[in-house]
């Protein structure tokens, strides 16, 4: 009797032990992105979920705004929670985070799957090394862009734009001279409302702060003309991008992104838009893979941003953005997904890119330009306070 | 009082002390340190020394790592060297490993660390420089890993009133201060003019006062960043009508510069808060109406006196001390102003709250952010004793 209750209940700790395991499931990989208009990011963490069946992705939609994101990441990792596992970091904010000692270094992992970090995004890549020590994988790179009309551009002009053979100046006039034309109701639109994206803006037009007062004054030239609307001062990408989706503007300054925009939301369609270099030089931006220290699931967070960034992961990702593994850069199927990597325009961007000041305390430098740029541009300050605020804040 | 008696108020006065004075106390220890959340040797206050056990340990990996990449490359006389550098500083980082949180450190225990560092760092410039050819990338921890190490040894970053100091010399604050006192002084004063007269009149017994009250009540219901966001759409450049009609009117030059020009910001503040807030001015001034004695209008009118002296000597007498709760309680709101002017424009115009949180929290400076919340702090104080002494000081000793 006594051995028949003990057969019984190890057949039943043996039950328990199945049916919880069955329940157990995947652990679950908490992913803190921004919101995607376009499908791509749910569609790499699908992709991610039904490649394997050990870790699930799940995806934490963060605020649009970068810089409340930034705050609120922040506020999290400061209190050590592990409420996210995988981040994704604007490229400027990996120093920062990695010298705060709030993200986990990847080289030993990196090394384990037998990864080399010259393999992906040179600029990406830098942005996320800290202390010799790498932190960061790609999301996706990001470059500023000129968008035209096809349309409304003469050819002779269209040629001097993809080639990169003009100025501010010249800019101006086309956008002066062109506006109007097809319904449109603006030259140009850019970014300079008092945030990161007027660093970014600013950056280009004094050619890597190289040109302060000359670039500062064509900046303002263009907000004070009847090129721009009258409240370009408030415009973000968001506001560019509805612009020029609508076919409300000649020319427009935007991220990669705004191509899809205009794929899928366009009121113009994409046959009437180039893209063409800045004549300062394409900002580098776009988005990082990092991973919580305070994590539990390092291992699955790894394995996540490790396919992210695998032939596969990319792929998935082409669609909407430029893969940061550079073996994809040549890859038919990336290229077919991803017509921009095709255009003369782009790839003449994209040698011209220019970074943006890298320090540990980034976003006082950021917040200090911001400061001075926009100061000037509502005339509230005189050139000379700007570009002496902003050489101050380089300085820093 | 009797000890008895006392024991019945102490749970009351530890309430206060716990929930009303240890967060100001906490903040004037913070002012103190060089308190940045964003630099690991200073992300925290340290009275003595301390050691950052995990960042030790996470460098300390890494030249393990280093040494067992290159133990692949070189060939077996190098072996020794490096099995025993290996073997060093695993014994060495045995004891700092499991923790999170820095450690506690003793003088001997700074020796001991450096002293190691100084051991290891010889050893390995011997060992890359007796195998120059093989390009060690052990080398990259004489560069990065050991000066991090030697970082991890924190000292107290106690500054004392350096903090303070630095206030006085930043002319950000004087900025933000004068927009924050004309933010106050300006919609407070629209406030309690329109308020008093919205009070005077929902105290008059008519028809449908019941309603009148309600209505004039909504805007005060609205959360402050609905009704901000309500505002950004009527002040909007290209479609807002608020911004149509003042440019029609001639009061700024193009729609635009309302939310974009230094001065339409502080005005659109202004407007937006003295939009919300006379509700709840007026409010508190009907309450204060209503308990005035009837009886006294009826023997002033019986004396002859008209509605202008009624009011100066008897409404505005004895409303006084529901105008000072009311003058007192949106002074100091209208002075720590934040929610509105951040969802309005993003932070301009910018006043102390949110020169304080940008601080704090955009750039993880929390000793200087404490330094000014304090210095808020201070003037908020002035504002309330501003206050009782002007308009009643004989409120307090009641």
């Known amino acids: ?396 | 009082m009797t000890w008895k008696q006392f024991l019945f108020v102490l749970p009351l006065l530890l309430l206060v002390t716990t929930f009303s004075l240890y967060p100001i106390f906490t903040s004037g220890v913070y002012s103190l340190f060089d308190y940045q959340t964003n630099d690991q040797t200073r992300n925290a206050v340290y009275t003595g020394s301390k050691l950052n056990a995990p960042l030790l340990v996470e460098d300390g990996d890494y030249l393990l790592f280093y040494l067992r990449k290159d133990r692949e490359i070189a060939s077996p006389e190098a072996y020794a060297a490096i099995d025993a550098l290996s073997a060093d500083i695993s014994a060495f980082l045995a004891p700092y490993e499991g923790h999170r949180q820095p450690i506690d450190l003793s003088e001997a225990g700074a020796e001991a660390v450096t002293a190691f560092l100084d051991d290891i760092e010889a050893r390995i410039t011997g060992l890359v420089g007796a195998y120059p050819e093989l390009d060690l990338r052990v080398s990259a921890g004489l560069d990065n890993q050991i000066p991090e190490m030697r970082s991890t040894i924190v000292g107290s970053n106690f500054i004392g009133l350096a903090g303070y100091r630095q206030l006085f010399g930043d002319q950000r604050f004087f900025d933000d201060l004068r927009n924050t006192l004309i933010f106050t002084l300006v919609s407070v004063f629209f406030e309690l003019i329109i308020g008093m007269g919205l009070a005077l009149v929902m105290n008059r017994p008519m028809r449908g006062v019941g309603l009148v009250r309600t209505v004039s009540l909504i805007p005060w219901a609205i959360p402050t960043a609905v009704s901000a966001l309500i505002w950004t759409y009527l002040y909007d450049g290209t479609s807002g009508i608020v911004a149509r009609v003042f440019t029609q009117l001639g009061l700024i030059a193009s729609p635009e510069l309302l939310l974009t020009s230094a001065g339409g910001t502080m005005a659109a503040a202004i407007i937006a808060d003295v939009w919300k807030t006379t509700p709840y001015m007026a409010l508190l001034l009907l309450a204060g109406l209503q308990v005035i004695d009837r009886g006294l209008y009826e023997s002033a009118s019986v004396d002859g006196a008209g509605p202008m002296r009624t009011f100066t000597q008897i409404t505005l007498p004895l409303l006084k001390p529901s105008l000072l709760v009311a003058l007192l309680f949106r002074t100091l709101d209208a002075f720590r102003v934040y929610d509105l002017i951040a969802v309005l424009t993003k932070g301009t115009p910018e006043t102390l709250s949110i020169y304080a949180y940008k601080v704090m929290i955009g750039q993880g400076n929390y000793g200087y952010g404490a330094v000014i919340v304090l210095a808020m702090f201070l003037c908020v104080g002035l504002i309330a004793l501003l206050y009782v002494k002007v308009l009643g000081a004989e409120l307090m000793n009641d």
């Not at chain 1, 995607?36 to 050990?54: E, G, L, R, V």
């Not at chain 1, 000037?376 to 306070?385: H, K, M, P, R, V």
Request: hydrophobic share 45%; charged share 20%; glycine share 8%.
């Open chain 1, 1 to 396: 009797m006594r051995k028949l209750t003990s057969v019984l209940l190890v057949l039943a700790l043996l039950m328990t032990g199945v049916v919880s395991a069955l329940a157990s499931g995947p652990v679950v990989i908490k992913f803190a992105a921004q919101g995607d208009s376009t499908p791509a990011t749910q569609a790499a963490i699908d992709a991610y979920n039904a490649a394997q069946s050990a870790y699930k992705v799940e995806w934490t939609d963060m605020t649009n705004d970068s810089g409340a994101m930034r705050e609120q990441l922040i506020t999290s990792l400061k209190a050590g929670s592990a409420d996210y596992d995988v981040l994704s970091l604007d490229v400027v904010w990996a120093g920062e985070f990695a010298a705060a000692g709030y993200i986990e270094p990847l080289d030993m992992m990196l090394d384990e799957a037998g990864l080399n970090p010259d393999d992906f995004n040179a600029g990406s890549m830098a942005s996320g090394l800290y202390s010799g020590k790498q932190y960061v994988l790609p999301f996706f790179p990001d470059l500023g862009l000129l968008y035209f009309r096809k349309d409304i551009v003469s050819e002779e002009d269209a040629a001097k734009l993809t080639a990169g053979d003009y100025t501010w100046e010249d800019l101006k006039g086309m956008a002066e001279a062109y506006m109007g034309q097809a319904g449109t109701v603006e030259g140009f639109v850019f970014q300079s409302a008092l945030y990161e994206g007027l660093v970014c803006n600013a950056n280009e037009f004094t050619a890597n702060w190289t040109n302060l007062k000359g670039g500062l004054e064509a900046m303002k030239s263009f907000i004070d003309s009847k090129a721009t609307p009258d409240n370009i001062m408030t415009y973000t990408e968001g506001e560019t991008a509805n612009s020029f989706v609508k076919g409300e503007s000649v020319f427009s300054r935007n991220w990669p992104y705004q191509w899809n925009e205009v794929k899928t939301n366009g009121t113009i369609t994409i046959d009437q838009v180039g893209v063409a270099p800045l004549p300062g030089g394409s900002t580098v931006g776009g988005w990082l893979l990092a991973i919580n220290k305070n994590s539990q699931n390092i291992e699955g967070a790894f394995d996540f941003i490790k396919f992210l960034n695998s032939p596969d992961g990319q792929l998935v990702l082409s669609q909407t953005y430029l893969p940061g593994n550079n073996a994809m850069l040549e890859d038919e199927a990336v290229i077919a997904n991803n017509e921009l990597l095709s255009m003369e325009g782009f790839t003449n961007a994209m040698k011209t890119t220019i970074a943006r000041p890298v320090s540990a305390e980034y976003s006082k430098v950021s917040d200090a330009i911001q400061q001075a740029v926009h100061a000037y541009l509502n005339g509230t300050s005189a050139i000379e306070d700007a570009v002496a605020g902003v050489e101050a804040a380089l300085a820093q």
